[in-house]
């Protein structure tokens, strides 16, 4: 099972425990946003984003507007002493945002509780801001005797205050399910020191030893410095062979340090955990093959890692512009034919799948879901939308190729999702001249493409020397079907910052506009 799916988590949980009611879990891993009262944007180019209102909220960890009556309702029908617990804090003076935020939390919790396997484990990574009610309310779920760890995970963070201690950890609260469940602890080794490994210089067919008598009963010697080859020898019960072993296992302080800004593995996302972080918590508590859960996804470092190791995985996001960064992260290392055939094994869920329900979602009015032309520029063609909405004369969205080391081309896109003449791509063609435009993407649904319309596109001629058209019409069912924008080299979308595993050099941050003006919106 590889899925991603778009939505609340809370929905995607209830509709996932629908369908498997005995639990399918094997390990639940979240990192949900932690009421600090902040808003986070995802970075979507390699870019200066001084020029450019290129950035999207990915999720606003703002809890005070959260309507949290109903949930509590839901929540007494479950869990009875849960409810007391969230009901008392509301009754006393303690800050609304803050009961709205362990509400909402402890709901999606009680589901994904009820989503693990009875031999599953679940990690909560949080801050100490709500880490001690965080606890409460998973005591209350899982049961405080099925409470394993408080992780603290200690990392180097630039900081100082002359009325703190800098705040350099975050808290990961472990729990299980039930008293049987996977650790693998021995998958998770510290390793030993340069100067331990070399007190173990012989060595045989197991591997290297030192050799030790110190606490062998009537052995004169005192420590392993003592004991020379020849005691093994002449007095072989008073000397035994120790071999060297792979490390030793954790405490539950981990010091992994952040994700520097020159590393590979940086994609931008705000909250972005390392990927040694949960590489140590998926080898500890799941094997090859088992179901790793993150249902806060973010920019997928759970599910990229569970790849890595072999798992099978589901996630979740609430912005569709981290599903696609997931997809993206996932296919980045590898070829096209490569990169499709991954796709095809990724089930993604919460998109319009066929025309029907691409023109369902145009008709929508439901605020809840992604707007039509944002889930054609961000999605089916990995582009950034335009924030300010205009009329006919403006365009939609754009993205970015490489025409050089330090600079990029700039495509504009249009959709429509109505009835189209030859008039809107003849408005479009105008739109990407005054824009100083390299291409133009006019998308719309196939039954309305005309004959004069493919001629007005025709007519504006090749983008330079390359044998594609500057104005490109595709439609709705063309995309979906995986049909690409011609770009030069092959290149269908550089929106996005490198991804992980790529092994490409990442260009050098340059201006979006360089030798441009800047589009006018």
Not at 430 to 439: L, P, W
Not at 496 to 507: G, N, Q, Y
Request: glycine share 6%; proline share 3%.
């Amino acid at each position: 099972m590889k899925q991603l799916f778009f939505g609340d988590c809370y929905d995607v949980l209830r509709d996932l425990n629908r369908k498997n009611p005995n639990g399918f879990i094997d390990l639940i891993y979240i990192d949900p946003p932690f009421n600090s009262k902040r808003d986070y944007n995802i970075l979507f180019e390699n870019i200066d984003m001084t020029d450019t209102k290129a950035q999207k909220q990915a999720f606003a960890d703002t809890w005070s507007n959260v309507s949290y009556k109903d949930a509590l309702n839901e929540i007494l029908i479950h869990k009875k002493d849960l409810f007391t617990f969230l009901k008392t804090l509301d009754n006393i003076h303690f800050p609304k945002s803050s009961i709205a935020y362990l509400t909402t939390m402890a709901l999606r919790i009680f589901y994904m509780y009820e989503a693990l396997k009875s031999t599953g484990s679940f990690y909560l990574h949080c801050d100490p801001n709500m880490s001690h009610y965080l606890k409460i309310v998973c005591d209350l779920i899982f049961g405080k005797e099925n409470f394993r760890n408080e992780i603290v995970w200690c990392y180097k963070a630039r900081h100082f205050s002359k009325k703190n201690f800098g705040p350099k950890h975050d808290v990961i609260l472990r729990y299980s399910k039930s008293d049987n469940y996977t650790f693998n602890w021995q998958k998770v080794l510290r390793p030993l020191s340069e100067t331990t490994v070399k007190k173990f210089k012989y060595h045989d067919e197991i591997g290297n030893y030192r050799l030790v008598g110190r606490g062998i009963k009537g052995s004169p010697i005192q420590s392993a410095k003592d004991v020379d080859i020849k005691w093994e020898t002449e007095h072989p019960e008073l000397v035994k062979r120790n071999y060297v072993k792979e490390g030793v296992p954790y405490e539950d302080y981990w010091y992994i340090d952040l994700i520097n800004q020159a590393a590979k593995e940086r994609l931008g996302y705000p909250t972005q955990k390392p990927e040694s972080l949960l590489e140590r918590i998926i080898k500890a508590s799941s094997n090859e093959g088992d179901l790793v859960a993150d249902f806060f996804c973010g920019c997928g470092t759970t599910i990229a890692v569970a790849e890595k190791l072999g798992r099978n995985w589901v996630g979740a996001d609430i912005s569709h512009l981290a599903i696609r960064l997931i997809l993206k992260r996932l296919t980045d290392p590898y070829e096209d034919f490569k990169k499709k055939e991954l796709i095809k094994n990724i089930e993604i869920n919460g998109f319009p799948r066929d025309s029907a329900s691409a023109k369902e979602l145009a008709e929508t009015k439901d605020k809840g879901r992604i707007k039509f032309q944002d889930w054609v520029v961000e999605v089916l063609i990995g582009g950034i939308s335009n924030e300010v909405r205009t009329a006919d004369g403006g365009w939609d969205g754009y993205l970015t190729f490489p025409t050089s080391d330090k600079e990029y081309g700039i495509v504009l896109i249009e959709v429509k999702s109505g009835n189209v003449n030859i008039k809107n791509v003849r408005e479009f063609i105008q739109v990407v001249n005054k824009n100083n435009s390299d291409i133009g993407v006019f998308v719309c649904f196939s039954d309305t493409i005309t004959k004069p319309m493919l001629e007005a596109a025709k007519d504006v001629g090749k983008f330079k020397s390359y044998n594609f058209d500057k104005l490109q019409i595709i439609s709705i069912e063309e995309l979906l079907e995986g049909k690409e924008i011609k770009l030069p080299g092959g290149v269908s979308n550089s929106t996005f910052k490198s991804s992980t595993r790529k092994l490409d050099k990442e260009p050098d941050t340059v201006h979006l506009f360089n030798h441009k003006e800047k589009l006018k919106k």
